[in-house]
Nanobody, 126 residues
Framework: QVRLVESGGGHVQPGGSLRLSCVGFGFTLGDLPTGWFRQVPGKEREGVSCVGNSDSSTVSADSATGRFTISRDNAKNTVYLQMNSLKPEDTAVYYC???????????????????WGQGTQVTVSS
């Protein structure tokens, strides 16, 4: 069965850190563009950080640059999102997604990412 499972969300104070994990089942994540996206109620889903296929090039939203890092552990078929210096505006449901057809072409927009996890809630507040 093809699926993605995210974990690692939770509640953290401003300035804190979290590491999100995305495990792939039925996919070899190291071969596929994989991304982290987030969504808050009433707003469109937005790209946070994405990693390309085997060349591992990354692209991140301006809001994530310098604070968030996407990485892979191919042995564990897992993609991570390390989030530091979290702000209240980072509060959202975070989703992992893969682009199995190469549509994303190096971009980090939801279009082209055909398979999605169930999401994990991140809440940043004092």
């Amino acid at each position: 069965q093809v699926r993605l499972v995210e974990s690692g969300g939770g509640h953290v104070q401003p300035g804190g850190s979290l590491r999100l994990s995305c495990v792939g089942f039925g996919f070899t994540l190291g071969d596929l563009p994989t991304g982290w996206f987030r969504q808050v109620p009433g707003k469109e889903r937005e790209g946070v950080s994405c990693v390309g296929n085997s060349d591992s090039s990354t692209v991140s939203a301006d809001s994530a640059t310098g604070r968030f890092t996407i990485s892979r552990d191919n042995a564990k078929n897992t993609v991570y999102l390390q989030m530091n210096s979290l702000k209240p505006e980072d509060t959202a449901v975070y989703y992992c997604a893969v682009d199995p057809f190469g549509i994303s072409d190096g971009a980090c927009y939801p279009v082209g990412y055909a398979y999605w996890g169930q999401g994990t809630q991140v809440t940043v507040s004092s």
